[in-house]
């Protein structure tokens, strides 16, 4: 078992929802110009190559990484992210940016409720699993999964997109090693306040890059979150 730190955990989901927003940003572009499940199964794949690659020169190499006690947790897991990725994607190129997302902090609507069980699993998948068996998993099964469905929905890229590709590809990797650190080192009911501060960071994307615009409510419910952040750290802080 990971010795609990309590603090790290606030940070690296710091880390995580701000790499999130990007991700999410570069998820709504290409979204736009292409099929939702071909970019969202491209991005798997280059996670899928990324986890077996690292998973191979670690100690124990591959069945090391893949050695579970848990399988059909680890693959529930891995469906019900590529499953909530694909409903808030799709989200993205309906409502946008700001009101996609105002609408997932307001759990447990659409696709919020399947990341919510995504991390709570996730949590209790560290209990007996390593972050490396966890991040192999999440890559390998989505990876099978979304080829499945997003293998019909092939349509040619541009070449420029394949840059933003890319960058959304390591945006992804990165994002979900962080969230899977970040359950490992701390409980879920310390840090998940911190997860609504994407609200944040996806509302100054979504104004600047896409010219969105920000209703009244949802500007003050953005201030609710900030402020039930912040209230949270006082409050860590003063317990500590």
Not at 151 to 169: E, N, R, S, T, Y
Request: some cysteine.
């Amino acid at each position: 078992m990971v010795e609990q730190n309590t603090k790290l955990g606030i940070w690296l989901m710091l880390a995580t929802t701000m790499v999130f927003a990007v991700q999410d940003g570069l998820s709504r572009y290409l979204a736009g110009e292409y099929n939702v499940y071909m970019v969202i199964m491209i991005r798997f794949w280059f996670f899928a190559a990324f986890v077996i690659a690292i998973s191979a020169r670690r100690h124990g190499g591959l069945r090391g990484a893949a050695r579970t006690t848990q399988p059909i947790l680890q693959t529930v897991r891995a469906v019900l992210l590529i499953s909530q990725i694909c409903v808030m994607v799709t989200a993205f190129t309906i409502l946008g940016l700001v009101e996609s997302h105002a609408v997932f902090a307001a759990y447990p609507l659409i696709s919020a409720l399947m990341f919510a069980l995504y991390g709570l699993l996730t949590r209790y998948a560290t209990r007996q699993d390593t972050a490396a068996t966890s991040f192999f998993w999440t890559g390998t099964v989505g990876s099978v999964a979304m080829t499945v469905i997003g293998i019909w929905f092939w349509q040619p890229m541009i070449g420029g997109d394949w840059v933003w590709m890319a960058v959304l590809c390591v945006t992804g990797v990165l994002s979900h090693f962080t969230l899977i650190k970040c359950y490992e080192v701390a409980e879920a009911s310390a840090v998940q306040p911190f997860a609504y501060l994407q609200l944040v960071f996806i509302t100054i994307i979504g104004i600047t890059v896409f010219q969105e615009t920000i209703r009244n409510n949802v500007a003050i419910g953005v201030a609710i979150v900030v402020g039930a952040g912040l209230f949270t750290l006082w409050r860590q802080r003063k317990t500590a």
